[in-house]
């Protein structure tokens, strides 16, 4: 028997029990012979910690078979809990007396746990305690399938400048915000439908049984339930506010996958058009948000890579004091347009961020690198853009192994440059990328550094080689005192790191003369070179 039994007699005393319940209990049934149950058994309410009821004395009370309903959390006397079922029927004698009791006790632990994962994490983002995205398609699917005629609508909000909290405050102050967003719109939904998180602040409302009036009316609901208070944080108070998208769910609403873009593209065509509104969905419209906004850029960014049309260009970083690399220079990506007209990576690559696109292109990118890398001998070394999405893709890491070993470059030859807003956010993922490629050999830039607010404090945790100045900075530092105070501050603290320091963005000679001469250790920009094709 895999259960736990005790048999008590009618007065709920020990009289006898197996082995795995001598194991549940943590005592043997020689010193519990006789003792009663209640006082050697304790167990409370899983949830609530109260204790229970004993379910022995109940079913003795009762004469009739007895289950615990509660979840049940069993003390053991060494401090050890166990998650039990129980139940408990009588024993009567031949004369029909009563004559005692069986307990039957299952030890649901190790089960529960997985259940546990599985049916609440499996489905729930921890944070917020709402639906997760996969979840919301599954149950999109599942009233699409049960017959989409019926109507119902989806909605999707965007929080207009939530970057702005979590740079300004920190990451602390976003989760709160995004927990007290999510019980808003919890508490705004009802029992009219469900509430999921789609994004990092991004929220879906399935309402199935909406019409499309109501379904309107709804996403206006919702967004002044998300905009009606202010968010506040120490001395910072913010006003929320939501950009909305709608979808009707007629017959022709199409698969969940669609049905959701459409949702993000309306909500998308909401914040172009001024944030903080409303905007309904209709078929006419997906043209519109392919035109202007960013979802062309998906097709696009899949069209360039069956057809080739990505390729690589490369920046001189020149050393200056202090600067040991010879050959060293700034791997960038660009997109050939269909008319041969060169596309910069600013324009797709926050697409191609937003709809995880770029572990694809990075991976791209230190492939040819590397492929380039190995056909020109030794001597060079090269710098590469990596995304946040990336670095926390687990794969990327093993691609990024693989290929150094299959171009049998020496790894340190290659540098990776991140931004801190990504290494921030990725912080534990961004820390195992950095360490298994450093123990390679290859080294890594924190590129655009300063341009983010949460800069010197993640410095010292981030185990980096180069600091790179932000051009924004270094552009004009001849004409600004402050610039060039904050850049020779920059410096002074990379040097105290043992790190070298990069001024990227230089545009003149008197720019480079002023670095130089505060012994910044290498320049990049268009007056050292232009990026030219690698
Ligand atoms: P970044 O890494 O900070 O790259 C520097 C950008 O500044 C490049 O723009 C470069 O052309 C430009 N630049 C260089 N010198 C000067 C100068 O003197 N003045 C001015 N005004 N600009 C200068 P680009 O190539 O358009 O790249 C923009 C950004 O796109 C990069 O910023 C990087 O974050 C991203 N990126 C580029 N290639 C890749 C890539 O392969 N993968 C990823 N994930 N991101 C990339
Ligand atoms: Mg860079
Ligand atoms: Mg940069």
Same mark, same amino acid.
């Given at each position: 028997?895999? $259960? ?55 079913? @003795? ?9 509660? *979840? ?41 746990? =997985? ?72 508490? #705004?939904?009802? $029992? ?17 049984? #909406?019409? #499309? ?9 919702? *967004? ?70 960013? =979802? ?9 890579? +069956?057809?080739?049309?990505?390729? @690589? ?21 660009? =997109? *050939? ?11 797709? /690559? ?10 694809? /292109? ?30 926390? $893709?687990?794969?990327? @890491?093993?691609?990024?192994? #693989? ?6 470059? +020496? ?35 924190? +590129? ?20 790179? /100045? ?65």
């Amino acid at each position: 028997i895999g $259960d736990g039994v005790v048999r008590v007699d009618a007065l709920g005393r020990v009289e006898s029990m197996n082995p795995v319940a001598e194991r549940l209990l943590g005592r043997r049934v020689e010193e519990v012979a006789g003792v009663t149950l209640d006082e050697v058994y304790r167990r409370v309410d899983e949830t609530t910690a109260k204790p229970l009821a004993s379910l022995v004395s109940l079913c @003795l009370a009762q004469r009739r078979r007895v289950e615990s309903t509660e *979840r049940c959390l069993l003390l053991r006397g060494d401090g050890e809990e166990r998650v039990v079922q129980e139940s408990a029927a009588p024993v009567f004698d031949r004369d029909g007396a009563l004559a005692g009791a069986v307990l039957v006790v299952r030890d649901v632990t190790r089960l529960t746990g =997985m259940e546990r994962e599985v049916s609440y994490f499996a489905t729930h983002d921890p944070l917020t305690g709402l639906l997760h995205r996969r979840e919301l398609e599954r149950r999109l699917a599942r009233h699409l399938a049960a017959g989409g005629g019926r109507g119902g609508a989806l909605v999707h909000l965007d929080l207009d400048e939530f970057r702005v909290v979590n740079d300004l405050c920190g990451h602390n102050a976003g989760d709160e915000l995004l927990r007290e967003v999510a019980e808003r719109l919890f508490e #705004a939904v009802g $029992d009219a439908g469900v509430v999921a998180r789609m994004g990092a602040d991004e929220f879906g409302v399935l309402l199935p049984r #909406a019409s #499309a009036a109501e379904g309107r009316r709804r996403a206006e609901e919702l *967004r002044l339930a998300v905009g009606g208070r202010r968010f506040l944080w120490r001395e910072h108070s913010f006003d929320v506010r939501a950009s909305v998208g709608v979808v009707t769910l007629g017959a022709s609403a199409g698969e969940p996958p669609q049905v959701i873009t459409a949702a993000e593209a309306a909500c998308l065509a909401a914040k172009e058009r001024g944030r903080d509104r409303v905007h309904e969905y209709r078929p006419h419209d997906r043209e519109l948000a392919q035109r202007h906004g960013e =979802m062309q850029w998906i097709h696009r960014i899949h069209r360039a890579f +069956d057809e080739d049309r990505f390729c @690589l260009h490369r920046q001189p970083i020149r050393p200056l004091a202090g600067g040991v690399e010879e050959n060293f220079s700034e791997v960038l990506i660009r =997109m *050939r347009d269909n008319d041969g007209r060169l596309v910069a990576p600013g324009a797709f /690559i926050p697409a191609a961020e937003r709809y995880h696109l770029i572990p694809q /292109i990075d991976r791209w990118v230190v492939r040819t690198a590397l492929a380039g890398l190995a056909a020109e001998g030794d001597g060079a070394c090269l710098a590469l853009n990596v995304s946040g999405l990336s670095l926390s $893709d687990e794969r990327f @890491l093993d691609d990024v192994l #693989a290929a150094i070993e299959t171009s049998g470059v +020496d790894p340190r030859r290659l540098c990776f440059e991140i931004t801190e807003t990504a290494a921030v956010a990725h912080l534990a993922r961004a820390h195992r990328f950095m360490a298994v490629l450093r123990a390679q050999g290859c080294r890594f830039v924190l +590129d655009d550094f300063g341009s983010g607010l949460s800069s010197f404090a993640y410095l010292k945790n981030l185990p980096v080689d180069f600091l790179k /100045i932000s051009g924004q900075f270094v552009r004009g530092i001849e004409e600004n005192e402050l610039q060039l105070a904050l850049v020779r501050s920059i410096h002074q603290i990379g040097e105290l790191m043992r790190m070298g320091t990069i001024a990227e963005g230089v545009e003149t000679a008197s720019a480079l003369d002023a670095l130089h001469e505060m012994g910044v250790h290498y320049a990049q920009g268009f007056w050292i070179g232009r990026p030219e094709p690698m």
